[in-house]
Structures are given as C-alpha cells and as structure tokens.
C-alpha cells in the first residue's frame, strides 16, 4: 500500500533532552505508543539504521518488526516539568561534555546511555495522529519511502517523536538531513 505522504523539513532551533525509559512490549503499536504520550508527555523512540529498512527496486521497506533501539522520555527537572531549555543542559555520559553542543554528526552512536539530545538541526519530518492512522510501521515505512522518492540526503538514526496535544498522541517521524540545499525529485 502506498500513500501520499507530505514530508516537511523541521528547523530545530533548540536541543531537545531526553532520559532514557524501558518500553514494556517491542513492536510498537498505537495502542503503545498513545499510552507512552498519556504517562511522559513525550517519548522519543530511536530506531537504528542497521538493518531496519531493506532496499528494493521500488524503495526501502521494513526489514521485519518495527522495534525501538531505545526509548526516551522528555528530560524533568525540578517540579517535574519537561525541559527543552539549552541553561539545563544534561551532561552527555558518553562524551564527558554538555549534549547538543557539538554538531548532530559528532554526537555518541550509543543509544544505551541514560541521556539523549536531539541536536538542533534540519530534520526531515512527518506528523500523524495516532489514533486515526493506520500502525506506525506502516507510517514509518512510508516516511521512509517518501524521503528516499524526494531523494533527501538523510543519515544516521531514525526516530519517533510522541507528543500529548490537546489529549490526543501525535506521531512525528524524524531523520537528520544532511543539507536543506538537496534536491527534492519526484
């Protein structure tokens, strides 16, 4: 199935830190991912490049399951309220610095570490709601399509942003552009 898919890219001004959560289940579903966004707020779900997609003739699908590397929940700071503020920096645990002051490329491949930054950059991004679309890894699937159809210059990991709005879970793929300047095909 193929659906038309509008892919946007996202001018992240700010850093974004996450602390790293155990997921209860593997696959993720709606039914995980709407009650992920209910209890933190928001989640951020990485996924791995390594053997995620398989490339075919007519594009990238799923090599199997979509499963989450590792998951994050928004970072808390004192009254237990999210922070995406850059003066609340979290210290980086694999590079012995403060995250999301070095360029996206530089940043630890290790997502086993109990803190994360999604660095300010240009992402290619796709929202949806969870409750009126199909499975995310149907969604997910298509996101990847689309951005290997437009030919975006993309690397590194995949991610699933969840975030609550107006009681509802919003899904938003990402995935790090490498230039905004790229040509966009069809």
């Not at 001018?11 to 933190?40: M, W």
């Not at 796709?126 to 290997?148: C, K, L, N, T, V």
């Not at 991610?159 to 879970?169: A, N, Q, S, W, Y």
């Amino acid at each position: 199935m193929h659906m038309l898919i509008d892919i946007k890219i996202l001018h992240l001004h700010r850093p974004i830190y996450y602390e790293k959560i155990e997921l209860v289940s593997d696959e993720i579903q709606n039914n995980a991912i709407s009650a992920l966004a209910a209890r933190y707020g928001e989640c951020l779900l990485v996924f791995r490049n390594d053997n995620l997609l398989i490339l075919s003739d007519d594009g990238p699908h799923l090599a199997s399951k979509l499963v989450p590397s590792t998951a994050y929940r928004i970072a808390v700071r004192d009254g237990g309220k999210g922070s995406t503020d850059t003066a609340s920096a979290i210290p980086d645990e694999s590079q012995g610095n403060i995250v999301g002051r070095s360029a996206p490329r530089q940043l630890s491949a290790d997502y086993s570490i109990a803190r994360f930054t999604l660095s300010a950059a240009d992402y290619a991004f796709f929202q949806w709601r969870a409750e009126s679309a199909p499975q995310p890894s149907i969604m997910f699937e298509e996101f990847a399509r689309e951005i290997w159809w437009e030919r975006l210059e993309t690397e590194g990991a995949w991610f699933l942003r969840l975030v609550l709005e107006d009681g509802k879970t919003s899904v938003q793929a990402l995935r790090l552009v490498l230039s905004t300047l790229c040509k966009r095909g069809h």
